[in-house]
């Protein structure tokens, strides 16, 4: 069975930095597009970013220049910068087997497999 799991959540200060991992387990595919999602309370599940295969990454306007996604192996990073108090969510990791040079996606509806998520909470 294929699973992913999140760690490194816990709480920080508006400005701090936090590094977030996912770790790919029980690969079945040689390629997996992988992502990065987060659900504050009482909002829809959003991408934030994300890494196909192939080429090329993919960042919600929200965090773009601030989060990053460094992959090594079997495992996706989200360093993530200057963060604010509005950055305070549940965050999961997501992936999805498929051929290479798949696009990353944003989308949640575009990955099966899923982590229980890990919280972030940033205080002002």
């Known amino acids: 069975q294929v699973t992913v799991a999140e760690s490194g959540g816990g709480p920080v200060q508006a400005g701090g930095s936090l590094n977030l991992s996912c770790a790919l387990s029980g690969n079945r595919y040689s390629t997996y597009s992988m992502g990065w999602f987060r659900q504050g309370p009482g909002k829809e599940r959003v991408g934030i970013a994300a890494?196909?295969?192939?080429?090329g990454t993919a960042y919600a306007d929200s965090v773009k220049g601030r989060f990053t996604i460094p992959k090594d192996k079997n495992t996706l990073y989200l360093q993530m910068t200057r963060l604010r108090p509005e950055d305070s969510a549940l965050y999961y990791c997501a992936a999805q087997g498929g051929p290479l040079g798949a696009l990353p996606k944003l989308k949640p509806s575009s990955y099966s497999i899923w982590g229980q998520g890990t919280q972030v909470t940033v205080s002002s």
């Open positions: 890494l196909g295969t192939g080429e």
